[in-house]
Structures are given as structure tokens and as C-alpha cells.
């Protein structure tokens, strides 16, 4: 897919049942290495960074089967443990694997996945934490980091920052580490929730889940089993975003309203009527949205992931607000893109003010990354004439079908192949296709980059 275009100003109206979570997908198939033999897991999103895991995986010897948003992961066998380089730096959430490889093998090759468009993304935190395990990192002169234990122990862990990937790391080493592994200062994220009563699930010990302190007794073995994705809480505030900024009313199903708790507080202060269930969210919206501060934070806080569809909403609020990153030092370069929508938006260091605008007005806008690409589908909803989106690859990395979903919910938006012609609404696979025995073959991507699919 090449680009999106979306004809703005129009209400929405419809429903629609939200995507599996990417971010608690790929750590979950992760965790699928720990065990010598088959991990279901369901309601995985057919997104791109899924499918690319998914070859990582079987490069690595694991034997993987994606039937429908069914994943099963054989990994009886493991050929190597030296993750394929092309794969690290196109995805840089490869990096969970060092753990699970560690756990399950005791030994693990992987390189620096390197920054990216919203920041140098380090990994001394996942380093720092695996060698309290007794891991030994050497750097080897091919530049790749060479983990390994001749036995994994149970330690104490503390993380001076809650970092997501470094808690999940610590937390796939430590299920197979002889002795209990205490993890201080640990991710609170929903994400590490799910993955770690999917291990639990799995026979692992994992105790204060969803607390800053994890606990985790090391086992022997693990067993089959079979766990479902929760709802994507990213892809829930999206869509939510874009109701408020088109007007309408919409229901999303197949999605939690609790780890979205403290977005829906802040959106409602903005005007929306929102009505939560167990699972699932009806919001209406009626005018412009009111303007608010909001400052991103780790979880229970407000989600960095949603500070660029928060950028797009208040570019279309009735007054000024305000957007403070504390997470990414990278994470406004959407605002150049809302300026060519003609967006007022003054960036000073981590603080973004933003005067609204109503509409905003159509042009052509390139996606600068996964969370800005569907920020812009925010905003062209809320711009006068067509609204074209280059650059989406980033958003099939993590939006199963943002242009079936927004069209089920009554946007005027369509799908830009290569020709430039005109399919509507079919996102269709994320660039993948199945082969009729539903197993992954390798197709390219719209933006040419190989992949399986
Ligand atoms: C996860 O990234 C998510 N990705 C990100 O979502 C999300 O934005 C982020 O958590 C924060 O919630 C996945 O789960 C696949 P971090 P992660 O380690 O684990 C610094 C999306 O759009 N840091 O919590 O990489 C780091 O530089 C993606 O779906 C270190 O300094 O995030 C950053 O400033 C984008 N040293 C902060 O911590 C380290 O060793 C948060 O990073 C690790 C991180």
C-alpha cells in the first residue's frame, strides 16, 4: 500500500471490533521460545512487525502457523540462537528475544537495534539487567552482542527507569533461571500484565503482576498452552481520537476500557460522551474538541503512543493546549505534518503548543513513523478536501486495516496501491498473503522491503 487518501468533514457513525495488541503480541511470541513445544496463541493482529517476528522465529528453527489471527509456534526445535540481523534494526522490539533465548538456551546473539525517528532507543537498561541474572554481554568485533550464562541465577533487579522492553527481557530470562528473580522499579504496562499471566499460563511463577515489583521463581519446564491477545489499547485511543475529531459516534468492541482508564479521563474532558462495557467503548462526539494539557508518562500514566493522535486532536480543538513528551526525546516530528494540514503548532524542546484550527484543510502528508502515520488519519478527518498519507508501510506495521476499520466506521477514505488507482477500504493483509496451506510466504511490501506476509 502506498498511500491512504481520506475525504474529511464527514461524521462518523458505525462500529467496529478492534485489533489484537501488537505490543503484547510480540513479546507473548517471545515467550513461546522458553517452551520445547507448541504456544497458541489467538487473536494475534496480522500486522507487519507480527509477520516479521514470525520469520525471525523460524529462521531461528521454531515452526509457525498464522490461520487467521490463530498463531500456533512450534518450538520443540531451535537451530540457532543468533538473531538475523536484517530483521534487528527493521524491528527493534526483536530485542525481547535476547531473553527468551537466554532462558532458553543460555546463550543469545542479537545486535543494537539502533535508534529511530522518535529517539536513539537505547538498551543498557536490558543489558545492565541481564547480567544481574549472570549474564556475560561481550561485544563482538562483527559489532554484534554476544549474551551468555553458563546458568542463569535468580537476583535481585532493579530498574532506575520502568522500561518496557527491559522488564519484559528480565522477565523471559528469569522463568527459566535457577532461584527467584525480584524485579524493582518494573514496567506497569498492560502489556507485561498479559505476558506474564500468558507464562504463567505456560507453568511459570510470576507474582505482583502489574505491580512496580515483579516476582519470578524460576522452573524447570514449561508446558503447551494456548492464550488469547488482549484488545490494542493504541489502536482503541486512535480510533476513539478520530471520532472526536470527525464528530459522530462509534462503538469498539473487543477492547478493554480499563488500561485505557486515564486516556478516557482526558478525552472526556475534551467533550467526548463516552460509555464503557466489559469489553468494548461507545464514544459520541458533537463539535470541536475542548483544548487540554496532557504530559505522556509510563503506564499508569499517559501513553507516549497516543500523544501523536492527541497532537491531531488538538489541532482542531476550540482554543490552546498543550503537550508535554517525557518518554521519547524524538516524538514531534508529526507536527511538521500537521503544519502542512495548517496546523499551529510551536515546538519548544519536550513541550508542544498547539492553537486550534477548524478544519483543517487537505494536502499531501508523509507518515514520519508507526503512531504519526495514523495521527495524520486523525487529522485528515477533521481537514476540508482530500487528505493523502505517503510513507504508510510505518502504520502497516501496527494497523491490521486502518482503512477497513475507518470505513466501517463511516470515513470516506481509501487505499492508495501502487498505481495510484483506487481500492476502498481493503486493507486486506498487511502486505502478507497466505499460501493455501496457510503457511507464511515471502511477499514485498508495498514500500518494497521484503517480508513474509
Ligand atoms: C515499548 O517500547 C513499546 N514497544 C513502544 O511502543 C512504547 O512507546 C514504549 O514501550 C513505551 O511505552 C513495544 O512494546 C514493542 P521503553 P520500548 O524501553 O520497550 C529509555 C509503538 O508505537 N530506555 O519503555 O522500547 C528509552 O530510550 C511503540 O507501538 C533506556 O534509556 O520502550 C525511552 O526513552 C513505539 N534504556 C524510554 O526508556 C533502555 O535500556 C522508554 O523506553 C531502554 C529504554
Do not use: W
Amino acid at each position: 500500500m502506498s498511500g491512504i487518501e481520506i475525504e474529511g468533514l464527514r461524521p462518523l457513525d458505525g462500529e467496529l471490533k478492534v485489533q489484537g495488541s501488537k505490543n503484547a503480541a510480540l513479546p507473548m511470541m517471545a515467550a513461546a521460545v522458553l517452551h520445547r513445544g507448541t504456544t497458541v496463541l489467538k487473536n494475534v493482529p496480522r500486522i507487519r512487525d507480527v509477520f516479521c517476528m514470525i520469520d525471525i522465529l523460524t529462521a531461528m528453527g521454531c515452526e509457525c502457523s498464522l490461520e487467521g489471527h490463530r498463531l500456533a509456534i512450534d518450538a520443540k526445535t531451535v537451530s540457532r540462537v543468533a538473531v538475523p540481523r536484517e530483521y534487528v534494526s527493521s524491528m527493534r522490539s526483536s530485542i525481547v528475544l535476547l531473553g527468551a533465548f537466554l532462558g532458553r538456551a543460555g546463550e543469545a546473539v542479537t545486535c543494537y537495534p539502533g535508534g529511530c525517528s522518535i529517539g536513539s532507543r537505547p538498551i543498557d537498561l536490558h543489558l545492565r539487567g541481564l547480567e544481574r541474572l549472570g549474564v556475560r554481554i561481550r561485544e563482538r568485533e562483527d559489532g554484534r552482542i554476544a549474551a551468555s550464562a553458563a546458568r542463569l541465577t535468580g537476583a535481585r533487579v532493579h530498574f532506575p527507569y520502568p522500561s518496557v522492553g527491559a522488564t519484559e527481557n528480565v522477565i523471559l530470562a528469569a522463568v527459566r533461571a535457577c532461584g527467584t528473580t525480584v524485579i524493582a522499579g518494573a514496567a506497569r504496562e498492560p502489556e507485561i500484565v498479559s505476558l506474564c499471566r500468558m507464562l504463567n499460563g505456560m507453568g511459570a511463577r510470576i507474582s505482583g503482576i502489574g505491580e512496580d515489583t515483579i516476582v519470578v521463581e524460576g522452573v524447570g519446564e514449561l508446558h503447551d498452552s494456548e492464550y488469547t491477545a488482549p484488545g490494542d489499547r493504541i489502536v482503541t485511543g486512535t480510533y476513539l481520537s478520530c471520532v472526536m475529531a470527525a464528530g459522530g459516534r462509534a462503538y469498539l468492541r473487543g477492547t478493554e476500557p480499563e488500561p485505557l482508564r486515564g486516556v478516557l479521563r482526558v478525552l472526556r474532558r475534551m467533550g467526548a460522551g463516552i460509555e464503557t462495557a466489559p469489553a468494548g467503548i461507545r464514544i459520541r462526539m458533537k463539535g470541536r474538541p475542548r483544548p487540554v494539557r496532557i504530559r505522556t508518562a509510563p503506564y499508569p500514566g499517559f501513553p507516549t503512543d497516543l500523544q501523536s493522535p492527541m497532537l491531531s486532536l488538538l489541532a482542531v480543538s476550540d482554543g490552546c493546549g498543550q503537550v508535554c513528551e517525557t518518554v521519547f526525546e524524538g516524538r514531534f516530528a508529526t507536527a511538521d505534518q500537521l503544519r502542512r494540514l495548517g496546523a499551529r503548532i510551536d515546538i519548544d524542546g519536550n513541550r508542544a503548543k498547539v492553537e486550534g484550527v477548524y478544519p483543517l484543510r487537505g494536502a499531501r502528508v508523509e507518515a514520519p513513523d508507526l503512531r504519526g502515520g495514523a495521527a495524520l488519519a486523525v487529522a485528515g478527518l477533521a481537514a476540508e478536501g482530500r487528505t493523502e498519507i505517503g510513507g504508510c508501510g510505518h502504520i502497516l506495521r501496527g494497523y491490521e486495516d486502518i482503512c477497513g476499520d475507518l470505513k466501517a466506521l463511516g470515513a470516506r477514505i481509501r487505499q492508495l496501491p501502487e498505481d495510484g488507482g483506487g481500492a476502498d477500504g481493503d486493507g486486506g493483509d498487511a502486505g502478507g498473503q497466505l499460501s493455501a496451506g496457510g503457511r507464511l510466504r515471502r511477499v514485498r511490501g508495498s514500500d518494497g522491503r521484503r517480508m513474509s506476509g
